[in-house]
């Protein structure tokens, strides 16, 4: 799991979790959220779970659905659907990103 600091490219964000491998956790992962938080995934392939915590700004999620992107079979398409879920809600929606480019993913990368 990745965690990212608030950035100019996150502003107001309290964490944003990658969790990269599948795992029974997810649905346990998901339920045990605040409604405010966000979970992404890639819509039609394998990918992580992406935590989105604090500020859920359009640009937050934009560059959260980057980097979800970018870890997660994808990585080598052009764009791909990502789903985002307000956290114990029926509130979904879906946006269309790229995969984070090195550098935006490395500039907010923590411990890598």
Do not use: W
Not at 9 to 15: A, F, K, M, N, Q
Not at 69 to 84: E, F, L
């Amino acid at each position: 799991m990745h965690r990212l600091p608030a950035t100019p490219d996150l502003d107001e964000v309290r964490g944003l979790f990658l969790r990269r491998h599948p795992h029974p956790f997810a649905c346990e992962f998901a339920a045990n959220q605040p409604p405010g938080d966000l979970l992404l995934d890639v819509a039609d392939v394998p990918g992580p779970t992406t935590l989105l915590r604090g500020g859920t700004s359009d640009a937050n999620i934009a560059t959260a659905a980057r980097l979800t992107v970018r870890y997660g079979k994808a990585r080598n398409c052009s764009s791909a659907r990502v789903a985002v879920r307000r956290a114990n809600t029926d509130e979904r929606s879906e946006v269309i990103a790229e995969p984070a480019a090195d550098a935006e993913a490395r500039a907010l990368l923590i411990g890598g």
